[in-house]
C-alpha cells in the first residue's frame, strides 16, 4: 500500500493508538513538518512527549500518549485562511467554542489558530485536535 500523504497517515497511528488506550506509538517515515505538528500538541498537552530518530537519513518518531486526545486528525484540503476567516473554520472543525485547536501553518512557522489571531497573521489550515 502507498502513502498518499504521511501527514494523514502518522495522526491516524496517533488516534488509533490513542483509542486503543496506548502509551506510546512509533511513526515512520516521518518528515520535520511532522515534527512541528506534534511540536504543538505537546504545547497544548495533547501528548506527552516525542522523540525523534534519524538512521541512514530517515525520519521516525517515538510519540507519548498521555490519555486526554480524543481526536486528532488532518484536514483536507488545506484551505488557506485569512486572519479574519479562523471563527468560521472554528465553528467547522471543532466541537464547541474554546474547545480544542486547530494547527496552521503560517510565515512564522506552525502554530496554533489562537496564536496566529493574536499575532493577526493568516495561513493554511493543517490539523485539528481535541
Known sequence: MSMMDPLVDALTIIRNAENAAKKDCAIMPASNFLGEVLRVAKENGYIEGYNRNEEKGKISYAVQLNGKLNTIKAIKPRYAVKQTEFE????????ARDVGLIVVSTSKGVMTHTQAKQEKLGGRLIALMY
Open 88 to 95: 468560521k473554520y472554528e465553528k467547522r472543525y471543532l466541537p
